[in-house]
């Protein structure tokens, strides 16, 4: 058990169960919606992890994806559109204990959150970040986002859309993450394994997961078949190395375009100091929690109190 653990004080059993919320309806997802996968196996991946709920926190942004937050059971906060980030930064500054994965959709994460998602990559926070990469905007019935291949046709672009899509792994290490995957809902196998390597990993993880959204993107099947899912030993580079894995990306998201699906992990380097490593090597972060130092000394209790009540009198 975690040091920081609020609630969990003997050891418990977890299994997939302890992370399902107690309340009827559960998701409510469209059938074959792949967020299904994004969460089975995340339930799959936190019991092998070791990590409790109430050691956990879960940050989404808006849209389909970020529904997640009602069907997974930990502390939750179901933000705004594209700034699921932020505030997990700021929850695993607070709290150096907590786990924190943050999700979201192609649209809130490479769109609207785009520069939040660069950042945090650069700045390499131990956060995962699990990017639900269904190539439209879902909940919002099916818009062009910035994943969606060239040509694609939808209300936004009844033409076909004439922009080249993003290429996120790319971006993600060409921004800083430690850590890059692609995997995809239709191989829960390497689902977990992935999100279960991405939790333990010490640095920003960035989760590419590649889902399906059959109402609205039925043209998905063209370029996101759902077989053929290579597992990652279709590579043959070292993954420590980033400029081999930069090709590696680059080819894997080209062959994307051209309907053939490469996944895996891509880059996963150990060595690099989290931001708060870094931050605390110089003094200025703490290594226990916002919680602990307030709660355990009243004078400075006291003085937080006083400079809330300043800010809101
Ligand atoms: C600031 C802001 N702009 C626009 C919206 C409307 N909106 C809600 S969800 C969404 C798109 C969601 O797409 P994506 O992030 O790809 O997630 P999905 O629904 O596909 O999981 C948009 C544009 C909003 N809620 N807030
Ligand atoms: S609209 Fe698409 S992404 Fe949203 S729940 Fe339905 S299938 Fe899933």
Redesign the pocket.
């Known amino acids: 058990m975690s040091a920081f653990s609020a609630i969990n004080d003997e050891e418990q059993e977890i299994d997939q169960d302890t992370f399902t919320p107690g309340i009827e309806p559960q998701a409510t997802w469209c059938p074959g919606c792949g ?1 299904f996968g994004v969460l089975k196996a995340l339930k799959q991946a936190m019991p092998e992890v070791g990590r409790t709920p109430d050691e956990t926190m879960l940050v989404t ?6 529904k997640l937050n009602s069907y997974f059971d930990c502390y939750g906060y179901h933000s ?3 700034r699921s980030l932020p505030i997990a930064r700021a929850a695993k500054l607070a709290n150096p204990g907590l786990e924190v994965i943050a999700a ?6 490479y ?2 959150g785009g520069n939040h998602f660069m950042h945090t990559a650069r700045e390499n926070h131990d956060i995962t970040y699990i990017v ?1 990469n ?1 190539e ?5 019935k099916g ?1 062009t ?1 910035p994943t969606s291949p060239k040509g694609h046709k939808s209300k936004t672009q009844p033409s076909g859309s004439a922009k080249d899509p993003v290429r996120p792994l790319t971006l993600s290490l060409a921004s800083g993450a430690s850590y890059v995957a692609r995997t995809a809902a239709v191989n829960p196998r390497q689902a977990k394994e992935v999100l279960k390597e991405a939790i333990e990993h010490d640095g920003f993880a960035h989760v590419d997961f590649l889902t399906q ?1 059959p109402t609205w993107n039925k043209d998905a099947k063209e370029y996101v078949p759902y077989t053929d899912i290579q597992d990652d030993d279709e590579f043959d580079f070292d993954i420590t190395d980033r400029r081999e894995a930069a090709d590696a990306m680059y080819e894997a998201e080209s062959r994307l375009w051209e309907g053939e699906v490469l996944t895996g992990r891509f880059y996963h380097d150990t060595e690099r100091p989290s931001y708060a490593e870094e931050k605390r090597s110089i003094g200025e972060a703490p290594e226990d929690s916002l919680a602990e130092r307030y709660f355990d000394d009243d004078a400075e209790w006291g003085k937080s109190v006083e400079e809330i009540r300043q800010h809101h009198t």
């Open positions: 967020d942004g808006i849209g389909c994806s970020g705004i559109h594209g979201g959709g192609d649209g809130d994460g769109g609207i639900f269904n439209i905007f879902g909940l919002t818009q986002s959204c």
